[in-house]
């Protein structure tokens, strides 16, 4: 494992916002390739809501419809699969990229077409992983969408390219901390270790996410060869939160 690799939970303790992350990669045998997916709100709109799988896919409901308030950048399918291509993202651009691969399209040419969030004065980077699974192995496509500068007049777009590699993914997440406006993340996505106990490292997620402004996350791994599924799902509000399905 190389040396650079960091603890993703010691990543999130350290950071009281990051707001919505991403994490794609293996466990340590190479068997199971690992998504996880986390949302974080200071708002009560954005805390407003609640995460839960359909059809073996992530989806955003509202918690609360009586303070839906605008829905727009809040409410959207993070996940999609097409045949052993895994999509995640933090908005709609999801649609973008599964209609664009379905037409024998690639990851990167469906967001050349779209930009960062509408949200003056943040403009929230538009994040987005794609990984196709191989019975030998792993590829992974990250994105990051972000404002090239503090007016919002143009779109920085930037992609990177991973092979899968046993105990290591790859952490992309939207703000570098909090701040007023909320600075854009920099850099390369970090790269992480993995463990081999998926469960505890999901819970271990879940605890080192800000208390006061974690909102939900999921966390699947899907086998190379079988296509077989676990995931586990925490949300902020008591009535789902621990709740977990495999």
């Not at 994490?23 to 199971?32: A, F, N, T």
């Amino acid at each position: 494992m190389p040396k650079s690799t960091l603890d993703l939970c010691r990543l999130l303790r350290d950071n009281p916002y990051p707001g919505r992350g991403l994490v794609m990669g293996l466990d340590p045998s190479g068997d199971k390739a690992l998504q996880a997916y986390f949302i974080m709100g200071r708002s009560e709109n954005s805390r407003n809501r609640v995460f839960f799988e359909q059809d073996g896919e992530l989806r955003i409901r509202l918690h609360q419809a009586r303070s839906a308030g605008d829905t727009d950048l809040i409410l959207y399918r993070p996940t999609a699969t097409r045949g052993r291509q895994l999509i995640v993202t933090n908005g709609d651009q999801t649609d973008t990229i599964l209609a664009a691969v379905r037409r024998g399209g690639s990851f990167e040419s469906a967001l050349r077409g779209r930009s960062f969030e509408p949200d003056a004065p943040h403009f929230t980077p538009r994040i987005s992983g794609m990984m196709i699974l191989r019975p030998d192995g792993l590829q992974s496509s990250l994105s990051i969408l972000r404002a090239a500068d503090s007016q919002g007049s143009a779109c920085d777009r930037l992609f990177f390219e991973y092979p899968g590699l046993p105990g290591q993914g790859r952490f992309l997440h939207t703000y570098l901390g909090d701040g007023a406006p909320l600075p854009a993340f920099e850099g390369e996505p970090r790269a992480v270790a993995i463990p081999g106990d998926i469960a505890g490292f999901a819970k271990g997620i879940w605890d080192s996410l800000n208390a006061d402004n974690r909102v939900a996350l999921w966390v699947r791994a899907v086998s190379l060869k079988g296509g077989t599924q676990e995931s586990y799902l925490f949300n902020r509000h008591p009535a789902q939160k621990g709740a977990t399905h495999a």
